[in-house]
């Protein structure tokens, strides 16, 4: 009876971690096919136990594939003898934040970019509320000062401002963006991405 239960579980894992790859896969595409990111870009991971898969250094998200996905421990040590994203530690962060946080996807969508030179009254909570879409979707979204991508100092400079947002956007860089599924945090991504540009238009239409 043990063994069997055994077997059952590990026949569920395996079908868990199936299920986030192809989730994963799905996002990743459909996010080059559709202009949102370009070349290789963006990084993107989700965590399975106490393993994280993050997408390899160089990889492209309309041709990634399962073998890109490279596992790290939760502490960031290499499982494997592929190379991860070197901005690893911003998804490592939001996964020791909260073990709500299974999947987190970081891309340099474009508007996102642009409403990152808009001067902010609060860094906590960035994008105005013209809709209420975002707010229900993913909650505050954080301003992170620019630091060189994939330095120490733009680490602690996301550490630092970690505990206060539930998503965030890097100054001249773009969005990094927790979800507690993969589809969720597509979701609230295209989400940001939305509410990025409506804020920016009318911001352009001195609205804002």
Not at 115 to 143: A, C, R
Not at 182 to 192: C, I, Q, R, T
Request: hydrophobic share 35%.
């Amino acid at each position: 009876m043990k063994q069997e239960h055994h077997e059952i579980k590990s026949s569920q894992q395996n079908d868990d971690l199936r299920k986030k790859i192809e989730d994963t896969l799905f996002t990743a595409h459909s996010l080059f096919t559709r202009g949102k990111v370009s070349g290789s870009s963006a990084n993107i991971s989700f965590r399975h136990g106490d393993i994280v898969y993050i997408s390899g250094s160089g990889t492209c998200f309309g041709t990634l594939k399962e073998s890109d996905l490279i596992p790290i421990s939760m502490t960031g040590c290499a499982l494997s003898s592929g190379k991860p994203s070197k901005e690893w530690p911003l998804h490592i962060q939001l996964y020791q934040k909260s073990s709500d946080i299974q999947a987190v996807i970081h891309t340099h969508s474009l508007y996102c970019v642009l409403w990152s030179f808009v001067p902010t009254q609060n860094e906590t909570d960035v994008i105005p509320p013209h809709t209420p879409y975002l707010q229900m979707k993913l909650g505050k979204v954080g301003f992170i000062p620019y630091e060189k991508p994939g330095t120490e100092e733009l680490f602690q400079a996301f550490r630092d401002r970690i505990a206060k947002s539930d998503g965030f956007i890097l100054k001249n860089h773009g969005p990094v963006v927790p979800g507690k599924s993969m589809l969720d945090a597509f979701f609230s991504l295209e989400e940001l991405e939305e509410s990025a540009r409506v804020a920016w238009e009318l911001y352009r239409a001195g609205l804002h």
